[in-house]
């Protein structure tokens, strides 16, 4: 075998420099133009556990971990040494008609944390969960209503976009699947009707939900799963964000005690690497589906158990028990949620602040005093939502932190770090949020300049 002596750590030095360029060509052209407008476009050349480096060197702590993929952080020892193993084993990966070690593997030590469902299905993403929770839950119950709640986000492919309440994603691509059914979120009277029709295969929630760091109260998810027994609705909590440690717990369903009919898990347990996901189910229901020889593989996705996305889960999975990240998760999220939270009452801007282990959302809201009530308005006549701007794009530019707005036209910032965030990085996040806060109660000040130049690119996009 002739080698080509391809390096593709060169490719990306040679041509790192070109990566706008390439984008606005052959990519995405808006998201290029976004990255320039609020100053992010500066290059990330680097990253290690919890921290980015940009083509300046500057460090940046990250509390976006690519949308809580980087639960272990970005580049962990262990799990590059893991992939490298598999690589070197030449091992016999998706032959298809032989069934995978490493599938079993992964699947027995999934079910350890869950030990009141037994069977596993690999896909290739949280979206690709959420087709096949759908597809499983009209198999096995024989009913085509699916219940989800409002502001959920389930995902952008078609049965996962139907499940997921958010105009912004769903315009354009109507109509979605039939029998989708929103109801308010923590609303068990809504819920009980929708299922009263017998007719409705499964509820799917996601137990905190990601768009706006919703908290349930401490009735809905036990009185919904009530509600399910009682009409023979199958119960599915997505857990693709919020799994994994997240929470302070393997699965944020544990706060309250419940035990799903499915568990959806993905971004987390890919360590970051190889993209992985994983429906965890009941075998009565597992075998409705597979429930004879001919339709053994009546549903499946080519790539979804080969040995890189495997490897990658148990690695993960070791790593999050060796290093305690799910009780870190808890220390750290509960020391955090206390310091912002001693915050609100000296800032009119600021609302709540709520979450759960390193899931946690900063809200904030209209003020009272006269001159930062015309600020804020002037920011919502542009666009809703555009107040948090003003916070997330100084956290970026002067404390090197990266975050993001917790959903289309919200107010409120989502905290989602690698679970191995330090004492350290905590104190950052807090002095950080403090000064740039404290800054957006200054008019006139640098921050709402910063404001009238995103109203004007507003007010343009909307010419």
């Not at 921290?51 to 990250?62: E, S």
């Not at 970005?74 to 091992?91: E, F, G, I, T, Y």
């Not at 995978?100 to 699947?107: D, E, F, N, P």
């Not at 009185?223 to 717990?249: M, N, P, S, V, W």
Request: glycine share 10%.
């Amino acid at each position: 075998m002739v080698s080509s002596n391809l390096d593709v750590s060169e490719i990306f030095v040679e041509r790192e420099g070109q990566r706008g360029a390439m984008h606005t060509r052959h990519l995405n052209e808006q998201l290029v133009r976004v990255l320039k407008t609020i100053g992010y476009d500066v290059g990330f050349q680097k990253g290690q556990g919890q921290y980015l480096f940009d083509r300046q060197g500057a460090r940046y702590l990250d509390l976006l971990s690519g949308f809580g993929v980087f639960a272990i952080g970005r580049n962990h020892p262990d799990l590059r040494k893991a992939l490298k193993s598999v690589l070197d084993a030449d091992l016999p990966n998706l032959v298809q008609l032989d069934v995978s070690t490493l599938a079993g593997v992964l699947a027995e030590r999934l079910l350890e944390h869950v030990p009141y469902l037994d069977k596993v299905f690999f896909a290739n993403s949280g979206a690709e969960t959420v087709e096949a929770a759908i597809k499983f839950a009209r198999g096995a119950t024989g009913r085509p209503g699916i219940v989800y709640c409002g502001h959920s986000f389930h995902g952008l492919s078609y049965g996962a976009l139907s499940l997921t309440d958010d105009t912004n994603f769903r315009s354009g691509f109507e109509p979605l699947l039939p029998g989708c059914t929103p109801i308010p979120y923590n609303d068990l009277e809504a819920l009980e009707k929708a299922l009263s029709s017998r007719q409705v295969g499964a509820f799917i929630v996601e137990p905190i939900q990601g768009k706006g760091v919703n908290m349930p109260t401490d009735e809905f998810l036990p009185g919904a799963l009530a509600l399910c027994r009682k009409y023979g609705t199958l119960f599915i909590a997505d857990e693709i964000q919020t799994g994994i440690g997240r929470t302070g717990k393997f699965l944020a369903i544990e706060h309250w005690g419940i035990e799903p009919d499915m568990v959806l898990l993905a971004k987390a347990l890919s360590g970051g690497h190889v993209p992985i996901g994983a429906l965890l189910t009941r075998k009565h229901i597992f075998d409705k589906i597979f429930n004879q020889m001919d339709r053994a593989v009546v549903h499946g996705s080519t790539f979804a158990k080969n040995d890189l996305a495997m490897a990658a889960g148990i690695a993960t999975l070791d790593v999050i028990k060796a290093e305690k990240l799910v009780e870190n998760a808890a220390k750290r999220g509960a020391e955090l949620r206390l310091a912002l939270t001693r915050m609100v009452p000296g800032y009119e801007l600021m609302k709540e602040v709520r979450g759960k282990g390193l899931m946690i959302g900063v809200e904030f809201g209209p003020p009272k005093s006269l001159r930062l009530k015309a600020s804020w308005n002037l920011l919502e006549t542009a666009n809703k939502g555009l107040f948090c701007q003003l916070i997330t794009v100084p956290l970026f530019k002067d404390h090197k932190i990266l975050t993001q707005v917790a959903g289309h036209g919200l107010h409120t910032i989502k905290l989602l770090p690698p679970l191995m965030i330090t004492e350290e990085d905590c104190s950052w996040i807090e002095k950080s949020f403090d000064e740039v806060i404290a800054g957006s109660h200054k008019v006139p000040g640098a921050i709402w300049s910063l404001g009238k130049t995103l109203v004007d690119n507003a007010v343009r996009k909307s010419a």
